[in-house]
Protein backbone atom coordinates (compact mmCIF):
# COMPACT_ATOMS: atom_id res chain seq x y z
CA UNK A 1 0.00 0.00 0.00
CA UNK A 2 1.70 3.20 -0.80
CA UNK A 3 1.06 6.66 1.17
CA UNK A 4 0.05 9.99 -0.81
CA UNK A 5 2.69 12.26 -1.77
CA UNK A 6 3.58 14.62 0.75
CA UNK A 7 4.23 18.50 0.03
CA UNK A 8 7.77 19.41 0.14
CA UNK A 9 8.89 21.37 3.23
CA UNK A 10 11.14 23.93 3.39
CA UNK A 11 13.92 23.62 5.80
CA UNK A 12 15.03 27.23 7.49
CA UNK A 13 17.51 25.98 10.61
CA UNK A 14 20.10 23.66 9.42
CA UNK A 15 20.28 22.47 13.01
CA UNK A 16 17.11 21.06 12.69
CA UNK A 17 17.51 19.64 9.13
CA UNK A 18 20.81 17.60 10.24
CA UNK A 19 19.07 16.51 13.64
CA UNK A 20 15.88 15.52 11.40
CA UNK A 21 18.74 13.81 9.46
CA UNK A 22 20.18 11.43 12.02
CA UNK A 23 17.09 10.42 13.67
CA UNK A 24 15.26 9.34 10.43
CA UNK A 25 18.84 7.09 9.74
CA UNK A 26 18.37 5.78 13.74
CA UNK A 27 14.70 4.62 13.23
CA UNK A 28 16.13 2.55 9.76
CA UNK A 29 18.26 1.42 11.94
CA UNK A 30 15.99 0.33 14.46
CA UNK A 31 13.41 -0.76 11.93
CA UNK A 32 16.12 -3.35 9.97
CA UNK A 33 17.45 -4.77 13.83
CA UNK A 34 13.73 -4.84 14.95
CA UNK A 35 13.71 -8.72 14.56
CA UNK A 36 16.68 -9.04 17.19
CA UNK A 37 15.66 -6.80 19.96
CA UNK A 38 13.01 -6.81 22.43
CA UNK A 39 10.61 -4.77 20.24
CA UNK A 40 10.39 -8.41 17.92
CA UNK A 41 9.17 -10.27 20.82
CA UNK A 42 6.30 -11.04 22.97
CA UNK A 43 5.90 -9.39 26.69
CA UNK A 44 7.09 -11.51 29.22
CA UNK A 45 3.43 -12.79 29.84
CA UNK A 46 2.50 -14.04 26.34
CA UNK A 47 3.02 -16.95 24.74
CA UNK A 48 5.71 -17.09 21.73
CA UNK A 49 4.80 -19.74 20.09
CA UNK A 50 0.73 -18.96 19.46
CA UNK A 51 -0.71 -22.14 17.26
CA UNK A 52 -4.20 -19.24 16.56
CA UNK A 53 -5.54 -20.33 13.22
CA UNK A 54 -3.24 -23.49 13.17
CA UNK A 55 -6.09 -26.32 13.60
CA UNK A 56 -5.10 -29.77 14.41
CA UNK A 57 -5.30 -32.75 11.65
CA UNK A 58 -9.16 -33.26 11.08
CA UNK A 59 -10.42 -36.23 9.94
CA UNK A 60 -9.79 -35.20 6.19
CA UNK A 61 -6.10 -34.13 6.95
CA UNK A 62 -5.13 -36.63 9.41
CA UNK A 63 -3.26 -40.10 8.40
CA UNK A 64 -4.98 -42.72 10.42
CA UNK A 65 -2.38 -43.57 13.09
CA UNK A 66 -0.96 -46.84 13.17
CA UNK A 67 0.89 -49.03 16.28
CA UNK A 68 4.54 -47.09 16.81
CA UNK A 69 6.88 -49.61 15.40
CA UNK A 70 9.30 -48.81 17.63
CA UNK A 71 8.07 -46.88 20.40
CA UNK A 72 7.69 -42.87 20.40
CA UNK A 73 10.15 -40.22 19.95
CA UNK A 74 12.88 -39.18 22.97
CA UNK A 75 15.60 -37.04 20.94
CA UNK A 76 15.90 -34.32 18.06
CA UNK A 77 19.11 -33.32 16.49
CA UNK A 78 19.80 -30.76 13.50
CA UNK A 79 23.28 -29.98 13.69
CA UNK A 80 23.11 -27.63 10.77
CA UNK A 81 21.57 -25.03 13.29
CA UNK A 82 22.87 -26.65 16.66
CA UNK A 83 19.40 -28.11 17.67
CA UNK A 84 20.30 -31.11 20.05
CA UNK A 85 16.75 -31.11 22.50
CA UNK A 86 14.66 -33.69 24.03
CA UNK A 87 11.09 -34.40 22.85
CA UNK A 88 7.80 -34.75 24.96
CA UNK A 89 4.84 -35.24 24.01
CA UNK A 90 1.94 -33.14 23.98
CA UNK A 91 -2.15 -33.74 22.91
CA UNK A 92 -4.89 -30.77 21.97
CA UNK A 93 -6.18 -28.17 23.79
CA UNK A 94 -10.09 -27.78 24.19
CA UNK A 95 -10.52 -25.49 21.32
CA UNK A 96 -8.62 -28.32 18.96
CA UNK A 97 -5.43 -26.38 18.29
CA UNK A 98 -2.12 -28.10 19.24
CA UNK A 99 -0.81 -27.91 22.35
CA UNK A 100 2.85 -26.71 23.31
CA UNK A 101 5.54 -27.19 25.46
CA UNK A 102 6.58 -25.05 28.71
CA UNK A 103 6.97 -21.25 27.74
CA UNK A 104 10.61 -20.99 28.32
CA UNK A 105 13.94 -21.00 26.52
CA UNK A 106 14.94 -24.21 27.57
CA UNK A 107 11.74 -25.79 26.88
CA UNK A 108 11.89 -29.09 24.74
CA UNK A 109 10.48 -30.21 21.60
CA UNK A 110 7.32 -31.14 21.64
CA UNK A 111 5.60 -34.00 19.24
CA UNK A 112 1.79 -34.28 19.05
CA UNK A 113 0.96 -37.63 20.04
CA UNK A 114 -1.71 -38.19 17.74
CA UNK A 115 0.53 -38.61 14.75
CA UNK A 116 2.87 -40.98 13.60
CA UNK A 117 5.78 -41.70 15.76
CA UNK A 118 8.68 -40.64 13.29
CA UNK A 119 9.95 -43.29 11.62
CA UNK A 120 6.32 -44.58 11.01
CA UNK A 121 4.68 -44.56 7.69
CA UNK A 122 2.74 -40.69 7.55
CA UNK A 123 3.50 -37.21 8.74
CA UNK A 124 5.19 -36.75 12.14
CA UNK A 125 4.51 -33.72 13.96
CA UNK A 126 6.91 -31.92 15.91
CA UNK A 127 6.61 -28.30 17.32
CA UNK A 128 8.73 -26.22 19.42
CA UNK A 129 8.66 -22.39 20.49
CA UNK A 130 11.05 -19.86 18.78
CA UNK A 131 11.77 -17.59 21.45
CA UNK A 132 10.25 -15.81 24.46
CA UNK A 133 10.89 -12.24 25.89
CA UNK A 134 11.96 -13.27 29.14
CA UNK A 135 14.74 -15.45 27.68
CA UNK A 136 15.10 -14.84 24.69
CA UNK A 137 15.96 -17.76 21.80
CA UNK A 138 14.24 -20.87 22.20
CA UNK A 139 14.53 -24.33 21.05
CA UNK A 140 13.62 -23.71 17.13
CA UNK A 141 15.18 -20.04 17.38
CA UNK A 142 17.24 -20.98 14.22
CA UNK A 143 15.09 -23.44 12.41
CA UNK A 144 14.32 -21.27 9.32
CA UNK A 145 18.02 -21.66 8.77
CA UNK A 146 17.52 -25.08 7.34
CA UNK A 147 17.90 -25.83 3.58
CA UNK A 148 17.60 -28.09 1.34
CA UNK A 149 19.32 -31.18 1.91
CA UNK A 150 20.19 -30.57 6.05
CA UNK A 151 19.56 -33.87 7.75
CA UNK A 152 17.64 -34.51 11.17
CA UNK A 153 18.05 -37.25 13.27
CA UNK A 154 15.21 -38.50 15.76
CA UNK A 155 15.89 -41.08 18.25
CA UNK A 156 13.26 -43.28 19.16
CA UNK A 157 12.23 -44.96 22.85
CA UNK A 158 13.52 -48.25 21.44
CA UNK A 159 17.25 -46.61 21.04
CA UNK A 160 16.56 -46.78 17.22
CA UNK A 161 17.98 -43.43 15.19
CA UNK A 162 15.46 -42.25 12.63
CA UNK A 163 17.19 -40.05 10.05
CA UNK A 164 15.21 -37.22 7.50
CA UNK A 165 16.52 -35.09 4.85
CA UNK A 166 15.24 -31.43 4.35
CA UNK A 167 13.00 -31.83 1.20
CA UNK A 168 11.22 -27.80 1.94
CA UNK A 169 11.50 -25.14 4.02
CA UNK A 170 8.38 -22.61 4.01
CA UNK A 171 6.68 -19.48 5.97
CA UNK A 172 3.25 -19.68 6.18
CA UNK A 173 0.24 -16.79 7.52
CA UNK A 174 -1.56 -18.55 10.14
CA UNK A 175 -4.40 -17.29 8.89
CA UNK A 176 -3.53 -19.07 5.66
CA UNK A 177 -2.19 -22.79 7.38
CA UNK A 178 -1.56 -25.17 4.87
CA UNK A 179 -3.46 -28.14 6.61
CA UNK A 180 -3.78 -30.43 3.89
CA UNK A 181 -0.51 -29.66 2.99
CA UNK A 182 1.07 -30.56 6.33
CA UNK A 183 -0.94 -33.05 8.20
CA UNK A 184 -1.79 -34.88 5.04
CA UNK A 185 -1.55 -38.44 4.73
CA UNK A 186 1.97 -39.57 2.97
CA UNK A 187 2.76 -43.38 2.05
CA UNK A 188 6.28 -43.06 3.51
CA UNK A 189 7.55 -41.71 6.73
CA UNK A 190 8.00 -37.89 6.53
CA UNK A 191 8.82 -35.51 9.22
CA UNK A 192 6.87 -31.90 10.05
CA UNK A 193 8.93 -29.36 11.87
CA UNK A 194 6.64 -25.92 13.32
CA UNK A 195 7.19 -22.84 15.44
CA UNK A 196 6.31 -19.47 14.77
CA UNK A 197 7.36 -16.86 12.52
CA UNK A 198 7.42 -13.61 10.12
CA UNK A 199 6.21 -10.53 11.96
CA UNK A 200 5.37 -9.81 15.62
CA UNK A 201 1.30 -8.92 16.54
CA UNK A 202 1.57 -6.92 19.65
CA UNK A 203 -1.63 -6.47 20.19
CA UNK A 204 -2.58 -10.24 19.61
CA UNK A 205 0.96 -11.45 21.66
CA UNK A 206 1.32 -13.69 18.98
CA UNK A 207 4.00 -13.83 15.62
CA UNK A 208 1.52 -13.63 12.26
CA UNK A 209 3.09 -16.85 10.44
CA UNK A 210 4.06 -19.97 10.69
CA UNK A 211 7.72 -21.70 10.05
CA UNK A 212 7.33 -25.33 8.76
CA UNK A 213 10.05 -27.37 7.34
CA UNK A 214 9.24 -30.51 5.75
CA UNK A 215 11.45 -33.87 5.48
CA UNK A 216 11.55 -37.13 4.66
CA UNK A 217 12.83 -40.24 5.92
CA UNK A 218 16.76 -41.01 4.64
CA UNK A 219 16.44 -44.65 2.61
Request: hydrophobic share 40%; proline share 11%; net charge positive.
Amino acid sequence: MSLPPRSPLRIRNPRAAAFSLVLAVLGATVTVLGLFTDDALPPPEAAALTWDNVPAPSATTATRKPAAKRGPPTRLDIAAIGVHTPITAIGLRDDGTLDTPPLRSDAPAGWYRGSPAPGDPGPAIVVGHVDTARDGPAVFFRLRELKVGDTIAVRRSDRTVVRFTVVKVASYLKKAFPSEEVYGSTPTPSLRLITCGGSFDRDRGSYRSNIVVFATATP
